[in-house]
């Protein structure tokens, strides 16, 4: 008998582990699931977006009694993920409802996406409406326009935690406002997918003996920061389809302390913390306070953000401890709001032993009183428990809202800032996101005949509870407002009058000659237009002579023009410390008389685009233009390698590429460079800048400025070089606009031959043509992490110049691919012949690769 129970007891135990089993699997394959839904609302037929996630039309679950159309957006935003399912719609008139069938015992993901765009001819400044899941009120009076100009955004994502559904169906309901005249309500993409319980308890800041049941409540989730680490996609997390955002835009102040990535393998997941709480990235990267415990005694790290008032928020912290490996060594208080909500954390003692993720969850009630619209998390040494280091650390941040007792999760619409919409005056445009994102979108996506839209100033918009479409759709997601424009930055301040203090550094004018106006006008005629060889965003450049014969370029700032100071004093102090065979020389500068002028070598053979197309010059054999890409990888490649700091270029595009008369290519243009980060950053976030047509568009959604920027911009000018058309050209069909999109189109339909320029075709070899087409694909991956190195860019254009001379040497080459590569690719990064390195002047050579085809006696 006791056998038997035993035996009996066993199965109890093996049938609970496979349920648990079940469940865990059911829930990492969660959008496979029969239960889940992932619509793109409008669409005729299924899509697959960037990310690779299936998207099936809506029709079937809409009960809308033909009260609703389907329609297609006018315009493309760049920054969008994917067409689909921002650039389908579905458009309301009057109530409809979606019906989902749903799993009765299950919380549910509900996330709705909105592209604010015209559809149909419809005003999207009309569109007022609010959403309902069952009882619950997701958005009231919600302007998805008004949303996306206040926050500056393209698409907005709404994503809600819903308790279970007891009935078994889920009823959406969207309802126009009727407080507007000529009201709608519209949506591009519904996911309604199951999900795990795993929300608990959280305790209640400022009550210790209170905690907030998490778990029964409906949420909104207002922000998801992956903390010191990059943005984390959807089809990247683990099992749940969230998204992770970078946490930079939400730091207070200049104090932002380090960021860090983990040396050490993280023990994940573990008894206490399932995979389904965050993915394994989150917990790899960080963000501490510094090595300088003084310093550090004396801030907090701290981050801000726009919330509703009148709303209770849960908190979720996550650590994982991987630089420290002993309790009492990194000891640190939280507070909220000036409120403590944990004091002496150490993540080692809770988690036990270096490596193992933990995480805490707190509440905090947001009242309507002056300045609660605002949630302050802070990180503080304890100092008083005297620990062996003062520092703190934090790997990720979720903040949600729960409903309510009424079931209300709406709040306010955000407000545009005043200096946005001043900015928008100014430049003819009316306050309305209708003249906005469009425009922008129009640009970007390659619209005729536009300049940029606006520049708007950089500032944190602190939020006004005021009735500007008041009772809307939650302030999710809110981020600082950044300008977008092509090349913008500050005009010349510089009067007319003789300038007496030079915008240079002390040391940036000792590197390079300084010459004098008198000298300038003599060596170009007076600035005679005879003499303009070009004209570029920072003015007009000349063909100069000096010192009884020498040829120079001589480029003349424009007072009205978009670039100034700025940029001419980031072109001299970058350029004075840089030597590269493949960087174009500067000479010196005129900083007198209100003029802003650069001197530089002349290059005889112009602009790569020039000998492109829409020229007149003959067309570049196909070995002339392989030759000349190689020669630009190994410039940026010395960027971002070969100097003492990284460099970033920022402005990558074919008329950055000059030819001297022996056609060396040579990047130029470096007024828009900026210093990359160092070992222990991930990215630089900064302002946008670039060109249309060559911009990143993860830089462009995430602000966050990395080497791979200047890899997709380079991908872009490959593909000009084999298909010898612009990367914007506005006279085509719609989707061939956009090089890039419509290269990678091409790709993927196996056409890509039928697009080559005719001129280049008959001499192409074809294993020559796989290779350079495959590394160009490559550089235009949608996520920065995806793209090759421009070290391994230079090594796969230098393989397919083997290819297409010597094709058994090439296969020789490949054989040796799999040794130091990280040895080659330094190699690569060096001067040729006769170049030296920043801070070093001792000449070195680079002909590791050509050694490998042709061996021959040092």
């Known amino acids: 008998m006791k056998c038997n129970s035993q035996i009996l007891f066993s199965l109890i135990i093996l049938s609970i582990c496979l349920s648990t089993i079940s469940v865990t699997s059911k829930y990492s394959k969660s959008e496979s699931n029969s239960d889940s839904y992932i619509l793109a609302c409008g669409a005729s037929g299924a899509g697959t977006d960037s990310d690779s996630r299936d998207w099936q039309p809506d029709a079937k679950h809409i009960n809308s009694s033909g009260n609703s159309i389907t329609s297609t957006a006018e315009n493309q935003d760049p920054s969008l993920p994917s067409t689909i399912p921002y650039m389908t719609a579905r458009i309301f008139t009057s109530e409809s409802t979606y019906k989902f069938s749903v799993p009765t015992k299950s919380r549910l993901w509900v996330r709705l996406h909105f592209y604010p765009s015209t559809y149909s001819s419809l005003d999207p400044n009309n569109s007022y409406f609010s959403v309902t899941a069952n009882s619950f009120t997701l958005l009231n009076n919600f302007s998805a326009s008004i949303t996306a100009q206040a926050l500056t955004l393209a698409y907005i994502i709404r994503e809600f935690s819903l308790i279970p559904i007891d009935s078994g169906t889920l009823n959406l309901t969207f309802t126009p406002s009727s407080k507007y005249n000529d009201s709608y309500a519209f949506v591009n993409g519904i996911e309604v997918i199951p999900m795990p319980d795993i929300y608990q308890p959280a305790a209640l800041v400022g009550f210790s003996d209170q905690a907030v049941d998490v778990g029964s409540s409906t949420l909104q989730t207002m922000f998801r920061l992956n903390v010191g680490g990059q943005f984390i996609p959807a089809n990247k997390d683990s099992g749940l389809t969230r998204i992770w955002y970078d946490d930079t835009p939400y730091l207070f102040g200049a104090a932002g302390g380090v960021t860090s990535q983990a040396s050490i393998s993280i023990q994940y997941p573990t008894d206490n913390l399932p995979n389904s709480i965050a993915p394994l990235d989150v917990y790899s990267t960080a963000r501490t306070m510094g090595p300088d415990s003084k310093v550090n005694q004396k801030y907090n790290l701290t981050w801000v953000f726009q919330v509703d008032a009148n709303f209770t928020y849960a908190f979720r912290f996550h650590f994982c401890e991987y630089q420290e490996t002993k309790v009492n060594q990194r000891v640190f208080d939280i507070y909220v709001n000036n409120r403590t909500a944990q004091e002496g954390g150490d993540v080692i003692g809770w988690a036990g032993s270096q490596g193992v993720p933990i995480y805490k969850d707190y509440a905090f009630y947001v009242s309507d009183r002056s300045g609660d619209d605002e949630l302050w998390v802070a990180l503080n040494p304890s100092v008083s428990v005297k620990p062996e280091y003062?520092?703190?650390?934090?790997?990720?941040?979720?903040?949600?809202?729960?409903?309510?007792?009424?079931?209300?999760?709406?709040?306010?619409?955000?407000?545009?800032?005043?200096?946005?919409?001043?900015?928008?005056?100014?430049?003819?445009?009316?306050?309305?996101?209708?003249?906005?994102?469009?425009?922008?979108?129009?640009?970007?996506?390659?619209?005729?005949?536009?300049?940029?839209?606006?520049?708007?100033?950089?500032?944190?918009?602190?939020?006004?509870?005021?009735?500007?479409?008041?009772?809307?759709?939650?302030?999710?997601?809110?981020?600082?407002?950044?300008?977008?424009?092509?090349?913008?930055?500050?005009?010349?301040?510089?009067?007319?009058?003789?300038?007496?203090?030079?915008?240079?550094?002390?040391?940036?004018?000792?590197?390079?000659?300084?010459?004098?106006?008198?000298?300038?006008?003599?060596?170009?005629?007076?600035?005679?237009?005879?003499?303009?060889?070009?004209?570029?965003?920072?003015?007009?450049?000349?063909?100069?002579?000096?010192?009884?014969?020498?040829?120079?370029?001589?480029?003349?700032?424009?007072?009205?023009?978009?670039?100034?100071?700025?940029?001419?004093?980031?072109?001299?102090?970058?350029?004075?410390?840089?030597?590269?065979?493949?960087?174009?020389?500067?000479?010196?500068?005129?900083?007198?008389?209100?003029?802003?002028?650069?001197?530089?070598?002349?290059?005889?053979?112009?602009?790569?685009?020039?000998?492109?197309?829409?020229?007149?010059?003959?067309?570049?054999?196909?070995?002339?233009?392989?030759?000349?890409?190689?020669?630009?990888?190994?410039?940026?490649?010395?960027?971002?390698?070969?100097?003492?700091?990284?460099?970033?270029?920022?402005?990558?595009?074919?008329?950055?590429?000059?030819?001297?008369?022996?056609?060396?290519?040579?990047?130029?243009?470096?007024?828009?460079?900026?210093?990359?980060?160092?070992?222990?950053?991930?990215?630089?976030?900064?302002?946008?800048?670039?060109?249309?047509?060559?911009?990143?568009?993860?830089?462009?959604?995430?602000?966050?400025?990395?080497?791979?920027?200047?890899?997709?911009?380079?991908?872009?000018?490959?593909?000009?070089?084999?298909?010898?058309?612009?990367?914007?050209?506005?006279?085509?069909?719609?989707?061939?606009?956009?090089?890039?999109?419509?290269?990678?189109?091409?790709?993927?339909?196996?056409?890509?031959?039928?697009?080559?320029?005719?001129?280049?075709?008959?001499?192409?070899?074809?294993?020559?043509?796989?290779?350079?087409?495959?590394?160009?694909?490559?550089?235009?991956?949608?996520?920065?992490?995806?793209?090759?190195?421009?070290?391994?860019?230079l090594w796969n254009l230098e393989f397919s110049l083997q290819m297409q001379d010597n094709p058994a040497g090439a296969k020789l080459v490949a054989d040796s691919e799999t040794k130091d590569t990280y040895s080659i690719h330094r190699e690569m990064a060096g001067v040729e012949e006769t170049g030296v390195r920043e801070g070093n002047d001792e000449p070195y050579t680079s002909e590791f690769f050509s050694q490998i085809v042709n061996p021959k006696g040092r």
């Open 390 to 793: 003062y520092d703190a650390i934090l790997n990720g941040l979720e903040i949600f809202k729960l409903n309510d007792s009424r079931g209300n999760l709406a709040g306010p619409n955000p407000v545009p800032s005043p200096m946005m919409l001043q900015a928008e005056a100014k430049k003819g445009f009316s306050p309305s996101v209708s003249s906005f994102v469009p425009v922008i979108g129009g640009i970007l996506g390659g619209s005729a005949g536009v300049a940029v839209a606006v520049t708007i100033s950089i500032f944190v918009y602190r939020k006004r509870r005021t009735d500007y479409g008041s009772q809307s759709g939650s302030s999710a997601n809110w981020l600082p407002l950044y300008g977008n424009s092509h090349t913008s930055a500050s005009r010349s301040t510089i009067s007319g009058k003789s300038s007496c203090n030079s915008h240079l550094s002390t040391l940036a004018q000792g590197l390079c000659h300084h010459f004098s106006l008198p000298g300038i006008k003599h060596a170009t005629k007076n600035f005679d237009e005879s003499q303009v060889i070009g004209v570029g965003g920072f003015g007009k450049v000349y063909k100069g002579i000096i010192d009884q014969g020498i040829k120079v370029a001589i480029k003349r700032s424009n007072p009205s023009s978009e670039q100034g100071v700025h940029e001419f004093q980031t072109e001299i102090e970058m350029l004075s410390k840089l030597r590269h065979k493949h960087l174009v020389s500067l000479i010196g500068f005129c900083e007198e008389e209100g003029e802003m002028v650069l001197v530089y070598d002349y290059m005889a053979n112009g602009t790569l685009r020039e000998h492109l197309y829409k020229s007149n010059n003959p067309a570049l054999s196909w070995k002339k233009r392989l030759e000349i890409c190689i020669g630009a990888a190994k410039g940026l490649h010395y960027l971002h390698t070969g100097a003492r700091h990284t460099i970033i270029h920022r402005d990558v595009k074919t008329t950055n590429i000059l030819l001297d008369e022996k056609w060396v290519a040579k990047v130029s243009d470096f007024g828009l460079s900026k210093t990359g980060p160092d070992l222990k950053q991930t990215h630089v976030s900064t302002v946008i800048k670039g060109s249309f047509g060559y911009l990143d568009p993860e830089y462009f959604r995430r602000q966050q400025l990395t080497e791979k920027s200047d890899v997709y911009s380079f991908g872009v000018v490959l593909f000009e070089v084999l298909c010898g058309r612009p990367a914007l050209n506005p006279s085509s069909p719609k989707e061939q606009v956009s090089l890039a999109d419509w290269a990678l189109h091409c790709q993927r339909k196996g056409t890509l031959w039928d697009i080559i320029d005719p001129h280049i075709k008959e001499d192409i070899d074809p294993e020559c043509y796989n290779k350079f087409a495959e590394t160009a694909v490559k550089c235009l991956a949608d996520h920065g992490c995806n793209r090759p190195s421009m070290g391994d860019v």
